[in-house]
Each structure stands twice: as C-alpha cells, then as structure tokens.
C-alpha cells in the first residue's frame, strides 16, 4: 500500500488556490482568464517536477506521462484546474493534485506499473462565458464541434478568438485527439459536491452514472417604448417574455422525475433601463437528468412555454440548444474500484453524479470509473465548498490502489 503526504498535497491545493482573480470573492480561475493560463502552466511544471514527460496539447490539456515497464497500454487519470467564478478550491483540484501525488508515492514505493500511466488536467470543463463545457475532454475525444468556435459572448466576441488569445490555435484543435484503443482504464477522483457521503459517514463514492445536460440559450425579439407613455396593452415586452419562462424551467424540473434538476443561469435585458419597454431579451439555463427521455421532453415544453409567453405578448422567441446524453460508467472498471476500497478497509456506497464532468466524454471512448469524496455541508461551486484532508488522502489511496488493480488487467 502506498503512503500518500498530507503536507504535500496540501501544499499542492494551496499553491493552486493561489492562482486566482483577486477581485472576485472565493477563488476564480475561470477557463480563458489569465488566472487559469497560470494554472495550467502550474500544473505543468509540477508534472515535470515528479519527473512525468508533460506538455500542453493543441486543445489546451496539460498532459502528463508516466512510461510503465511494459508500455504501449495505458491507465489515466486527472481532472481539472479550473473553477467557476467564485468559487472554490477542491472541485477538479483534487484529481489533479491526487493523480500527481500518485505519481510521487508510487515511486517512493518502487512501483512501477506495466502501462504507461497517462495524467491530464483538462482544459476548460467547468461552463465558460460562452456557455460550453468540457471543451478539453470534447477534442481530446474527437467530439469538439467547430460550429463552437462560433458561439458569442454577451460583448459579441467569438469563441475562436478568446481561445486564440489565450494562444490555442482553433485551427488545430482537433490535433489533440487521443489514441483511445490503447487506454485500458481512465479512472477520476473528485469531491462529491452534494452531501450524501457526509450524511452517511462515508469515505468513498463510487459513480454507476453521470447526469445529462440540456443547456439552452433563448433569445427574445421584443419592441423599444417608452414605459411612462406605453399603455400595458400596447407593449411587446421581451424581458417580461424572458420572465415567464424563467419561471417555466422551474416548474418543468419540479414536475420531473426524481433528481431532475432545472436552472436559469443568467438573463440580459437590452435596454438596461427601467423606464423604456424591454427590447431584447437574453436567457441561459440547463436541464439535468440521468432519463435522456426526460431531458427531451423539458426541451419540448420549455419551446412551448417561451413561445407561449412571446407570442401573447408579441414577441419572438429563437432557442438554441446544446445537449448532453447521461453516461453510465463502466462496470468492470468500477468494480475494480470496488475490491481496491474494500481492502484499504474504507467505507462506500454507490451513488450517480449530478454534476458533469470530463469522465462524461471519456467513457465514450474509454472504460472509465469516478471516485468520489466527502463535501463538507455537500457545498460546492461557492467559497464555503470543503474537503476535510484526511478524506482527501483516502480518495488517493483508493485511485492508487484502483489504478494498481487495472494495471494488471492488460487487455
């Protein structure tokens, strides 16, 4: 069994925590920002450090490589290093930082294992201002759609000019594609950000699926007025438009089955005044669910209610929608996880992820197993998000002894 340092992985998270844009409260390294840049350039000194061949690929990813004995196979493993803004310092850290002190406690130990053993910090997972996610793990298995280089922020910057600015080259993306047919086993560590191992008082989760997203950009066409001289009869109000489908999502995801979950994340009314009728109007939110079918369903509704709510008012509605299947994991991969948990003497109990992840993308490709930890008051995404360090070193205790146990299924 390996000894993983709690001072070194502490120091790891804090270094990391480090990195962020002071002016905003918790800790934000949002993907494109000069924070996240630094990260990543972080990260990738410190695969070099523990001796990995690493470097930044053309989608962004920090890749670093561990040559096993035997080579040509290969585990992974990481996560990521970015956050959302304001918030806080373990979600994706923690599998990047774990996956690399493996690294170091594996060769304290003197093992080496047969394949090569793969770490990746991917590149933009958590959604960025122009609503996509995952962007790292979508090229790297060869799903990125270029028509995302297109997609707009609210200032009408493209997606392709903010990435080449933070020099990767849209042009070549696609170039990080991964040899999947010789990845055995991609296995994640990741804080549970919801609190049900707290409420059980267990130390490790492991995932059976992970959640579908509906993510949905509507754009409401209305009329500019006067609001002091605009009767409420005459009015084409897209922000009231906006308004009542807001109010849709929610009632959609409450009517749905269990673990359904609806949010409107940001809405835009142009003019920002309050004393002229509202011309346009801009709403973005997502859908979650393990039942694909439900997901196409709240699609279905949702369309009906916003074009239900402009056209009584006279206003148009386009809805774009960009969406992502439910993914179960891999059974064989899991169980091995399983056996590893079961005879570090730690407890587990089983559970589906409500938030998305890379491992979504990579169990396309890849059989693929997530390891969760404990979220302290199952808070994540805002400052207070915690993980105590003790259950920090389990969950590298249980990724290392998990990744032993694929080693020595060559396929």
Same mark, same amino acid.
């Given at each position: 069994?390996? @000894?993983?340092? @709690?001072?070194?992985?502490?120091? *790891?998270?804090? &270094?990391?925590?480090?990195?962020?844009?002071? $002016?905003?409260?918790?800790?934000?390294?949002?993907? +494109?920002?000069?924070? #996240?840049?630094?990260?990543?350039?972080?990260?990738?000194?410190?695969? =070099?450090?523990?001796?990995?061949?690493? =470097?930044?690929?053309?989608?962004?990813?920090?890749?670093?490589?561990?040559?096993?004995?035997?080579?040509?196979?290969?585990?992974?493993?990481?996560?990521?290093?970015?956050?959302?803004?304001?918030?806080?310092?373990?979600?994706?850290?923690?599998?990047?930082?774990?996956?690399?002190?493996?690294?170091?406690?594996?060769?304290?130990?003197?093992?080496? !294992?047969?394949?090569? +053993?793969?770490?990746?910090?991917?590149?933009?997972?958590?959604?960025?201002?122009?609503?996509?996610?995952?962007?790292?793990?979508?090229?790297?298995?060869?799903?990125?759609?270029? &028509?995302?280089?297109?997609? !707009?922020?609210?200032?009408?910057?493209?997606?392709? *000019? $903010?990435?080449?600015?933070?020099?990767?080259?849209?042009?070549?993306?696609?170039?990080?594609?991964?040899?999947?047919?010789?990845?055995?086993?991609?296995?994640?560590?990741?804080?549970?950000?919801?609190?049900? !191992?707290?409420?059980?008082?267990?130390?490790?989760?492991?995932?059976?699926?992970? %959640?579908?997203?509906?993510?949905?950009?509507?754009?409401?066409?209305? =009329?500019?007025?006067?609001?002091?001289?605009?009767?409420?009869?005459?009015?084409?109000?897209?922000?009231?438009? /906006?308004?009542?489908?807001?109010?849709?999502?929610?009632?959609?995801?409450?009517?749905?089955?269990?673990?359904?979950?609806?949010?409107?994340?940001?809405?835009?009314?142009?003019?920002?005044?309050?004393?002229?009728?509202?011309? /346009?109007?801009?709403?973005?939110?997502?859908?979650?669910?393990?039942? #694909?079918?439900?997901?196409? %369903?709240?699609?279905?509704?949702?369309?009906?209610?916003? @074009?239900?709510?402009?056209?009584?008012?006279?206003?148009?509605?386009?809805?774009?929608? +960009?969406?992502?299947?439910?993914?179960?994991?891999?059974?064989?991969? %899991?169980?091995?996880?399983?056996?590893?948990?079961?005879?570090?003497?730690?407890? =587990?109990?089983?559970?589906?992820?409500?938030?998305?992840?890379? @491992?979504?993308?990579? $169990? $396309?490709?890849?059989?693929?197993?997530? !390891?969760?930890?404990?979220?302290?008051?199952?808070?994540?995404?805002?400052?207070?998000?915690?993980?105590?360090?003790?259950?920090?070193?389990?969950?590298?205790?249980?990724?290392?002894?998990?990744?032993?146990? &694929?080693?020595?299924?060559?396929?």
């Amino acid at each position: 069994m390996i @000894a993983p340092s @709690a001072d070194r992985v502490r120091e *790891d998270l804090a &270094a990391l925590a480090r990195l962020t844009d002071s $002016a905003q409260p918790g800790w934000t390294r949002t993907a +494109l920002s000069e924070p #996240d840049v630094a990260g990543r350039e972080s990260v990738l000194a410190r695969m =070099r450090e523990v001796g990995l061949d690493a =470097r930044i690929d053309p989608a962004g990813n920090v890749i670093g490589v561990r040559r096993g004995a035997r080579g040509g196979r290969m585990l992974m493993t990481g996560s990521h290093t970015d956050t959302v803004p304001s918030g806080g310092r373990f979600d994706g850290m923690v599998g990047v930082v774990g996956a690399l002190e493996v690294v170091r406690a594996f060769d304290e130990a003197g093992i080496r !294992l047969d394949h090569d +053993l793969v770490v990746v910090d991917f590149f933009g997972e958590e959604p960025n201002r122009f609503g996509l996610s995952c962007v790292g793990s979508r090229a790297l298995t060869g799903v990125f759609d270029t &028509a995302m280089l297109d997609v !707009l922020d609210e200032e009408g910057r493209s997606f392709g *000019d $903010a990435l080449a600015a933070v020099g990767i080259d849209p042009a070549t993306m696609m170039a990080s594609t991964w040899p999947w047919d010789r990845v055995d086993a991609f296995i994640e560590l990741h804080i549970e950000q919801g609190p049900m !191992l707290e409420h059980a008082g267990t130390s490790i989760g492991l995932v059976s699926s992970i %959640t579908g997203i509906s993510r949905f950009r509507a754009l409401f066409g209305g =009329r500019r007025d006067h609001a002091g001289t605009t009767g409420m009869d005459r009015r084409a109000d897209a922000g009231c438009a /906006a308004a009542g489908t807001v109010l849709a999502v929610e009632r959609i995801a409450r009517s749905g089955p269990d673990g359904a979950k609806g949010t409107t994340g940001g809405v835009t009314f142009t003019p920002a005044a309050v004393n002229v009728v509202t011309e /346009a109007a801009e709403m973005r939110g997502e859908f979650r669910s393990i039942d #694909d079918e439900w997901l196409r %369903t709240a699609e279905e509704t949702l369309a009906s209610c916003a @074009a239900e709510e402009s056209a009584g008012r006279g206003v148009t509605v386009e809805m774009e929608w +960009l969406p992502q299947a439910p993914r179960r994991l891999d059974g064989s991969v %899991t169980e091995m996880c399983r056996r590893a948990v079961d005879d570090l003497g730690l407890s =587990r109990a089983e559970l589906f992820s409500g938030a998305e992840h890379d @491992a979504a993308f990579i $169990a $396309a490709r890849s059989p693929t197993a997530m !390891l969760f930890v404990p979220s302290v008051g199952g808070r994540s995404h805002c400052p207070e998000e915690w993980t105590e360090l003790d259950d920090v070193i389990d969950g590298i205790r249980a990724l290392a002894e998990s990744l032993r146990r &694929a080693d020595a299924v060559r396929r």
